[in-house]
């Protein structure tokens, strides 16, 4: 009723009775990627038409046959990117091929054409005449055009009749595939063609037919591969930007990239109210802090992605568009409450100031996230007062002062006092916000204990799998969630999801594990699971043998601490901890000083006796900012 085009609901199989044309419109966001890649592109200077990429790239083959696919369109998957590495496309009728063969029924074709291609099998053509239509295919039937062109070469078929012909195979009505048998074989005879070749040339065509590809699409769908590909070869940064805007509701496939910018060594920088954008944006990476083994900070400048705003979980996005809005139009926001003061309270409450807080928002206008959130609700009364103000038009008579204006307050009550939270605390209220752990994994101080323990991650089960004749792996996590179920006898068992650094990943506990892992579960302390991997399609299913706390397993390849100190106080109560409990041991231990105008590291002189509970007692000490084992 609203709209101004004549639509009506014919259904498909009347729609040409009927006298009209039926056309699929088929929907892709990544021909959004596409456009959101190249206004990235436009903002740094590189004006890229996408219509006339060069189709024989080197960089993007190279991608290609590395199958370096992430992000790519219809070539993510675990089976096509298989595919790629044995193929080593190399021209972009490949890549049509590719799109045409990796569906179910035309796989049977795969290792052929592959084998054809590197020259460990020859072509058959079935036919001399065929050789011109089968040879950019290495004598398989792909497309549906060449199931045309062989009835008009081979049988005389005029192209309306062949595609008849080609109507009838994919129908497989009895009656019409006799009739068009006839009619090919007669045409065939005429042109000098043996009657048993072409009754074998017909059945290879019907036994294609049923599930040939059109070319005229598989091309199309090869461009857009082909042009994400490009972007991804050329521009990762821009390309990786885009897509993550285009996936900003999937959790799930933000970590799958995050993962991916690991890999391509490109920095993901946390949500900042002051310099991020609704979307995911584009920014030089701010150089490092200067460190003693340097000689001092080095300049920054590395393209890297800034964290969207609206991919914070139960923000919105509208609200953050306000907030940029108001941002872009009065400069930066100078503090909490200048922040609370330019707020639009009826687009923006409590749930959204909270969320952005536990992402890490607003470090850049306070670092102690502990504080900002206590004063959620004082900002947020602010945020009222100064939106009646502004309502009722009142002008401060402190509107000179420096601090005030701009949503500013003459008299600002005072922060709650609040100690910040602890790394592991920070990186859960971060996890929560976020769906994964951005700035860092709680497993990162484990990373070298876990290494002599020879526990791998996740991303690296599936090469392992491959190389090693068992089926048996240890994993490293942090629990992320849970869902219990109970079986049709009555055990329950359960369904768990763990994070490590490489990305999350779901274990099956049976009851037997279950009744004695549930308190680990609860614990929130960081776990070793050995699991039975078995693999299922394109997924790997884990079935959990045993599971037992981290600090357990690393305790034994733990060589010792490194401790990274916040304030001065926390040495002496460092040095009364080691003297009374950590003496005797082999561990070594080295402390990290964060001063003013450099970072010093400081080895202790003898052996200290290094376990979990030792590690533990250190990192709860007031004063100490990180513990690394080493």
Known sequence: PKSDMPVTQFNMKWVEPAGLVKFDFLGLKTLTVLARCTELLAARGVALDLTNLPL????????????????????EGAGVRDMLKKLRPDRFEDIIAVVSLYRPGPMENIPRYIAVKHGLEQPDYLHPELEGILKETHGIMIYQEQVMQIAQVLAGYTLGGADLLRRAMGKKIQAEMDAQRALFVKGAL???VDQRRAELIFDQMAKFAGYGFNKSHAAAYALVAYQTAYLKANYPVEFLAASMTLDMGNTDKLNQFRAELGRLDIALLPPDI????????????????????????????????RYALAAVKGVGAQAMREIIAERAAKGAFKDLFDFAGRLDTKSFNRRQFESLVKAGAFVSLNPNRAQCLAAVDLLLRQASRAAEDRVSKQESLFGGIDGVGHGGFAERPPLPVVEDWPPVEKLQHEFDAIGFYLSS?????YGKSLERAGIMSFAELPAALAARNSTRFRLAGIVVGRKERTSARGNRFAFVQLSDMSGVFEVTVFSDVLATARPLFDSGQPLIVTVDVRSEEQSLRLTAQKIEPLDNVVAHAAAGLRVFVGAEEALARLKGLFQREAVGGRGRVTVVLDLPQSEVEIALPG????????????????????VHDI
């Open 441 to 445: 994994h709680p497993l990162d101080p």
């Open 274 to 305: 002051n310099r991020s954008e609704v979307a995911f944006a584009v920014e030089p990476e701010p150089p490092p802090l200067p460190s003693p083994a340097s000689g001092g900070g080095k300049s920054g400048g590395k393209p890297a992605i």
């Open 56 to 75: 024989d790239d080197r960089k993007t083959f190279e991608l290609l046959t590395r199958a370096d696919t992430v992000g790519v369109f219809q070539v």
């Open 607 to 626: 052996g200290f006796r290094v376990d979990p509970r030792i590690r533990a007692a250190v990192k709860s000490l007031p004063g100490i900012v990180d």
């Open 190 to 192: 005429e042109r000098k």
